[in-house]
DNA sequence: GGACGCTCATATAC
DNA sequence: CGTATATGAGCGTC
């Protein structure tokens, strides 16, 4: 039984309507007379065609507006002479951000609280921002979730630290970091209301936290699904959608993908009832102004995922447009509102069907490949999970013929050069602050609680076997091997490749990087031969320095400093023996790290190689390192010169 | 501008 | 383990 909206209030003939977008091609080309420049926050030295952060006006309606604007306020006035771009003018005062201090993050001790930055209503679809634009755009979305999670993890340790003694209710982290962020002027996108896709994040990208979206400038609400631009500072006087979360909170809701059937807001009690009729307003009324003007909206999903940082995760789905709506009666009796949206072909594919896929993969392969798996464990039982080797492009089985190693083997008689195996801790229940391992690690554990690692730092001591701390204990993470699924894979581009069928959280432990170690001098000998070695040294991790750097939200952050160590020496035989991380591919732009490690000897001079997540990596991402080798010198390993 | 109410969060207790 | 409850941040609304 359904019945339709009734007319939108207003004569539709005042408002004209915009050209129909393009399925194929949902981002047209921008006429001249419709680009607006702005100042924004990121300096991009791009070629002159796309230096200009081009945005264009989502509709012809709020193109004649911007011209009331103009008058009615004068704090807009038209610039550049040469293109007739419009340029806002700066705000009269630059806002002082407030100031943390590192001993106490709480602001309670500023004495001047500064406004906080309001949401714009300026509505813009961002436009043409070309590939190196794209990639920029993409660099400063990469820090911001960088520092995001650096600072959701600072305060989750502090919190710990604080902890001794006193039971307090643990607080928000994830909130309590968007705030902090949100008070220094990090948050992403606020001095413009986006309608479209967000420049720098991709579909398929993954989050964890709702704030995450906010910071983002995904989604600018923490709890109701709607995102839109209300009607009152909207240039024509009707609330717009921008955004809708995904996530099963009214039971009306059917998703299948590609269409959804997405249930209004309201109407629900406090236990999330539908208890009430709905009503046309808030954000049903945007989702219907903006199927109105055919203007699409972009989707999230939560998905739920049994994960040591949150157990939902939200997945960027890319752009929908909103087809149908009507007014329906719902499964509690009361009357909600449904909106059909469509997934905008040419796009990528979805993040949550790679998800479903890659579960599949885990549990129940051949059902959805039946064909192409050569093994599926390569490790042949030497790992804690299987490894699987898979290949639908070609004959090529090339990993099934070396011996699969699963550690790193160190030349005899080094290990214990330097041994003095007293030097452990005492620690029975796990190590905890102050203790010597502690200690031995700069002051500061290398590994958050959920063993994912905090920053890059020269060397990690791990807990080792004269250690009397149990399996458990926070410093020991990579002696425990894999802990997700990977699969070594055949593709066109990159020959041998590597990913993951679980999502990676950044500072997450992948693997050792396994050779057969060797001196300086075996080395020399093996190249003349001519086999192949790797040389750790080349590894190049100089993109992530920064990596858990808070110095823009604590002023005076200072970058731990860390004992240096000796520089790496050896090579890794993997003409025989190796493991998965060979054939990781060669990136300048990588997604996966390196980080020494000791854990089972103590010889600075021999530390094990090992691999980290740089970032949330979805599944089936291929992984990618930097070997040190130049771009046009394709080949995975660094052979020795 | 400020208080209030709403919301497809999140953490924890039972 | 699901469910109930407590504590919310941000934003829209009035």
């Given at each position: 039984?359904?019945?339709?909206?009734?007319?939108?209030?207003?004569?539709?003939?005042?408002?004209?309507?915009?050209?129909?977008?393009?399925d194929s091609d949902p981002q047209a080309p921008i006429p001249p007379s419709s680009i607006f420049n702005f100042n924004t926050t990121v300096e991009a030295p791009l070629e002159p065609n796309l230096l200009c952060r081009e945005f264009n006006n989502v509709a012809e309606t709020f193109r004649s507006a911007f011209a009331q604007r103009l008058k009615r306020h004068e704090d807009v006035t038209v610039l550049d002479s040469l293109t007739g771009a419009i340029v806002p003018v700066q705000e009269e005062e630059e806002p002082v951000p407030i100031s943390y201090s590192l001993n106490d993050p709480s602001p309670s001790l500023v004495t001047r609280k500064p406004k906080p930055q309001e949401r714009s209503s300026e509505l813009v679809r961002i436009t043409d921002v070309g590939p190196e634009g794209e990639r920029q755009f993409r660099e400063v979305v990469r820090k911001t979730r960088m520092i995001y999670d650096s600072l959701r993890i600072f305060l989750i340790l502090d919190e710990m630290h604080e902890e001794f003694g006193m039971a307090r209710r643990r607080g928000r982290p994830d909130s309590k970091a968007a705030s902090m962020m949100k008070e220094r002027f990090l948050w992403l996108n606020r001095d413009k209301r986006i309608v479209g896709s967000i420049p720098g994040v991709q579909v398929g990208d993954i989050f964890f936290f709702r704030l995450e979206l906010c910071v983002m400038g995904l989604h600018g609400q923490t709890q109701a699904g709607i995102d839109y631009l209300i009607g009152s500072r909207s240039s024509n006087g009707e609330p717009i959608?921008?955004?809708?979360?995904?996530?099963?909170?009214?039971?009306?809701?059917?998703?299948?993908?590609?269409?959804i059937i997405y249930t209004g807001h309201g109407g629900q009690d406090k236990l999330g009832r539908q208890a009430e009729h709905q009503k046309l307003e808030g954000g049903n009324l945007a989702m219907e102004r903006s199927m109105y003007y055919g203007i699409e909206v972009r989707v999230i999903r939560g998905f739920k995922y049994e994960n040591s940082v949150s157990s939902k995760v939200y997945v960027y789905d890319g752009l929908f447009r909103i087809v149908d709506s009507w007014f329906d009666v719902g499964k509690s009796g009361f009357g909600v509102f449904?909106?059909?949206?469509?997934?905008?072909?040419?796009?990528?594919?979805?993040?949550?069907?790679?998800?479903?896929?890659?579960k599949t993969l885990k549990t129940n392969p051949m059902s959805v490949r039946p064909s192409g798996y050569i093994s599926f464990d390569i490790s042949n039982r030497k790992e804690n999970a299987p490894v699987y080797l898979f290949n639908d492009i070609d004959n090529d089985q090339e990993p099934l013929y070396y011996e699969y190693l699963a550690n790193t083997s160190f030349p005899r008689g080094i290990l214990f050069q330097q041994s003095d195996n007293a030097s452990g801790c005492n620690c029975i229940n796990g190590c905890s602050s102050g203790c010597l391992c502690e200690m031995k690690n700069g002051g500061e554990f290398a590994y958050d609680y959920n063993g994912n690692l905090i920053r890059l730092r020269p060397l990690i001591h791990e807990c080792g076997p004269a250690c009397k701390c149990p399996p458990t204990c926070r410093n020991r993470v990579t002696q425990k091997g894999l802990r997700s699924r990977l699969e070594v894979f055949r593709s066109v581009e990159t020959g041998w490749g590597v990913r993951s069928l679980d999502i990676l959280h950044a500072g997450a432990f992948i693997c050792e990087y396994v050779g057969v170690a060797l001196t300086r001098e075996q080395a020399n000998i093996l190249t003349m031969n001519g086999d192949t070695l790797v040389y750790p040294a080349r590894f190049s991790s100089a993109r992530w320095?920064?990596?858990?750097?808070?110095?823009?939200?604590?002023?005076?952050?200072?970058?731990?400093?860390?004992?240096?160590?000796p520089p790496v020496d050896f090579a890794m035989d993997v003409s025989k023996m190796r493991n998965v991380a060979c054939y990781i591919s060669h990136s300048t732009d990588s997604n996966v790290i390196v980080q020494l490690v000791l854990h089972d000897h103590n010889n600075l001079m021999f530390p094990r190689v090992m691999l980290f997540a740089a970032e949330n990596i979805p599944p089936m991402t291929e992984l990618s390192l930097d070997y040190g080798v130049s771009d046009e010198w394709s080949p995975k390993l660094a052979i020795c010169d």
């Open positions: 039984m359904t019945s339709h909206i009734p007319p939108f209030n207003q004569s539709p003939t005042l408002i004209p309507k915009p050209e129909p977008l393009s959608a921008t955004s809708v979360i995904v996530s099963g909170g009214y039971e009306d809701d059917d998703d299948q993908g590609d269409v449904k909106f059909r949206l469509e997934r905008i072909e040419g796009q990528v594919e979805m993040g949550t069907s790679v998800l479903k896929f890659a320095k920064a990596w858990g750097d808070l110095s823009q939200v604590f002023p005076d952050y200072e970058p731990p400093s860390y004992p240096q160590i």
